[in-house]
């Protein structure tokens, strides 16, 4: 079958035409920004790449096109498909029914953590010698490579609740049917596309409704936002998890920087976890991981071992390099409550050592201050922060972190931020960039300053 996928470099969409090549379809794509890594990725699989989504891409005519959910009408791929009457579909629904349908589903949702803990599953079976397919939201090092077909009959996907196409407005996970599934935590996000936190609920709702009597949910024990949505009505066996407190997944002698813990199943310890990661948001993404594993049949003495030789997704915590003994990492965090947990697990591990951190308020929510109110709180543990503020930033940076005093510093352009960053910092800073983009090569630009010092 010939498929052409629109919005092919996405993550989700680029993992969705690896797959599909994979079982042997001939796969073209389309997207506004072809780049690396993501190109490189998909043309060393033998994918035809254009740039831009121009009609003629369409022509001649796919067997099938599949819809990402950037996608809008108006674009003129979107128009020419519907003009025409070509096949189409969501990469949500394409996944469903040509690879999720026959297997074991293990899902991972939540608004933080989905990337890494899917990672963490997928590695978990992969050590335990049963080669799962996996689509998740960035690169796992162990793996280098972002999706696979894998055998049956196990698949991790990292389940989004961000909309599906432009003519399915449910969350992507709900097409995915999960037997197992893990909801790391819940919090309000996605302000393009949902009012408010109860959207957001009644989303999920709809994902543990599809999880059957034989399956699994794990929960972590103090999430009120997911006890209210297993409150509205759950069919399925749950078990809890906590890093802090005694749950049916909990820890023990744990490192304060989360570098180091015994894992604590039904009281009983079941191995430790010794690893380059740090942060209490970590150490949850591995009892999840765990649980969602033993239900599938891993020993979590296994699982422990596994996770002592992960290595995490490109962009979580990432350390790019090291300049004259000066670090920078690149960290996806773009909400508050993963800046706060991000400094906090690097502060436990650097001590007094100076964070310099660097955000770019890129997401749709943030851009629109929807978290504004608590963002000054989550960058608390940084010495130094600089913002990058984007043109349509719909709130002054300058005064909602006011209370950070003469920390901060407000930046209209990316260069001036190399500049600064580089003329004051230290051997011994710990430079960290936070932002779910490019951020104009950044990274590297301070690494090249830094060695020009």
């Not at 960039?433 to 020009?452: K, P, T, Y």
Request: hydrophobic share 45%.
């Amino acid at each position: 079958m010939k498929i052409h996928i629109l919005g092919i470099c996405g993550t989700f969409m680029g993992g969705v035409a690896l797959i599909a090549r994979e079982l042997g379809h001939a796969v073209s794509g389309s997207d506004a920004n072809v780049y690396p890594p993501m190109s490189t990725q998909l043309e060393a699989a033998g994918i035809t790449l254009m740039e831009g989504f121009d009609a003629d891409h369409l022509d001649p005519p796919p067997d099938q096109v599949v819809v990402g959910n950037a996608m809008s009408r108006g674009n003129p791929a979107v128009e020419y498909m519907l003009d025409r009457g070509l096949s189409y579909v969501s990469g949500p629904q394409w996944l469903a029914e040509n690879v999720l349908h026959d297997r074991w589903v293990l899902a991972v949702s939540g608004t933080h953590g989905k990337t890494t803990t899917s990672g963490m599953l997928a590695w978990i079976l992969e050590s335990a010698g049963l080669h799962p397919g996996f689509l998740i939201g960035g690169v796992p090092q162990n793996f280098a490579l972002s999706a696979r077909a894998g055998d049956a009959p196990f698949f991790v996907v990292e389940a989004d609740e961000y909309d599906t196409a432009f003519f399915d407005k449910r969350s992507k996970f709900v097409h995915y049917r999960p037997r197992t599934l893990v909801m790391n935590n819940l919090e309000f996000d996605h302000a393009d596309i949902f009012d408010d936190l109860e959207a957001i609920q009644r989303q999920f709702h709809h994902l543990v409704r599809t999880v059957p009597g034989n399956g699994l949910i794990i929960s972590p024990l103090n999430d009120g936002n997911l006890h209210d949505v297993l409150d509205m009505g759950c069919w399925t066996p749950v078990e809890h998890f906590d890093p802090r407190i005694e749950a049916s997944w909990h820890v023990a002698n744990a490192a304060p920087d989360g570098s180091r813990f015994d894992v604590i199943c039904e009281t009983e310890r079941v191995g430790t976890v010794e690893w380059p990661l740090t942060g209490q948001h970590n150490v949850s993404n591995a009892l999840a991981a765990l649980a969602a594993a033993r239900h599938v049949g891993v020993p979590p003495s296994v699982g422990t071992q596994a996770l002592s030789t992960f290595e995490n997704v490109r962009r979580r915590m990432e350390l790019l390099g090291e300049i004259n003994a000066v670090r920078v990492y690149d960290d996806f965090a773009h909400h508050p409550t993963a800046i706060r947990m991000t400094l906090d697990g690097l502060r436990k591990q650097v001590g007094e050592q100076r964070i310099l951190a660097v955000l770019e308020p890129r997401s749709n929510t943030m851009r629109m201050g929807v978290h504004a109110a608590t963002l000054a709180d989550s960058l608390t543990e940084a010495d130094q922060v600089w913002v990058r503020v984007p043109e349509d930033l719909g709130w002054d940076a300058a005064a909602v972190l006011r209370r950070l005093g003469a920390r901060l510093h407000v930046c209209g352009d990316t260069q001036s931020i190399v500049d600064q960053v580089g003329k004051v910092a230290t051997a011994g800073d710990q430079i960290l960039v936070m932002s779910n983009g490019g951020f104009e090569g950044i990274h590297q630009r301070l690494l090249d300053r830094l060695a020009a010092a």
